[in-house]
């Protein structure tokens, strides 16, 4: 089934995908050379079970459009693409988390965008279906957006929390580089600011796709595979409504 999806892609898709694959690999060959060798340093199997995960979740696009019966839109799957790539090769392999100051807002920023993205989309699927006796209207939709992006942040942060106290994480980023331990409003920082982002991100997600619907735009409509095949058409999201 992969090998049939990845061939109907466009040429910038294909290319976007087996650039994000390559570096997913890469760091999985050279990790398991070193470990044959005996030289693997045992602080990096995080990242290498977060490379061997972005393998899988890069083809969750795939599945989804497989079982839904939609092509994701390419502004939107190339965008997941890109993401993957900064949070996986670039924030864990390359180590920008530690090196680059603001690269964790950013990636913050970047996946409330993503989410409020994707909700626009799977609604557009829904507001898509024949059986659907009503439309619903581009105000809702992006309200529907935005609270998807900010529901999706809202539980990572909680996600954060609960790997923190099992495993001793430090996630919520309440222990400093030199080990003082914050407390109180401090220790709140991070969290508060990741969801400050989220909201951000999300505001800008619905507002990218109001506008899209309202001006006709395909940025992040999906176009629909109906089950029978010569009803195949894409959706017409600029639908007035009543």
């Known amino acids: 089934m992969k090998h049939e999806l990845v061939s109907k892609r466009c040429k910038k898709q294909r290319i976007a995908y087996l650039l994000v694959l390559g570096s997913f690999l890469a760091p999985i060959v050279f990790y398991v050379i070193q470990m044959i060798f005996g030289t693997f340093d045992w602080s990096n199997l995080l990242t290498l079970l977060q490379c061997m995960l972005g393998i899988l979740v890069l083809h969750v696009p795939d599945f989804l459009s497989h079982r839904l019966h939609f092509e994701v839109p390419t502004f939107l799957y190339v965008y997941y693409l890109i993401f993957l790539y900064c949070a996986i090769f670039l924030g864990e392999f390359a180590d920008a988390y530690n090196r680059v100051h603001f690269w964790d807002t950013l990636l913050h920023c970047s996946s409330s965008l993503a989410s409020g993205f994707v909700g626009f989309m799977f609604i557009s699927v829904l507001n898509g279906d024949e059986h659907l006796v009503f439309r619903l209207s581009p105000k809702f939709v992006a309200l529907f957006a935005f609270a998807f992006s900010v529901s999706v942040g ?42 400050i982002i989220d909201i951000i991100g999300a505001l800008i997600a619905s507002a990218i796709g109001y506008f899209s619907i309202k001006k006709n735009k395909k ?13 195949n058409k894409e959706y017409a999201h600029a639908e007035k409504t009543v």
């Open 154 to 195: 809202g539980l990572w942060e909680i996600y954060e929390f609960l790997m923190d106290g099992i495993f001793g994480l430090n996630m919520q980023k309440f222990i400093l580089p030199d080990g003082t331990v914050l407390s109180g409003h401090l220790a709140l920082t991070d969290t508060m600011e990741d969801i």
């Open 219 to 231: 940025w992040l409509v999906p176009t629909i595979r109906d089950t029978h095949p010569k009803k």
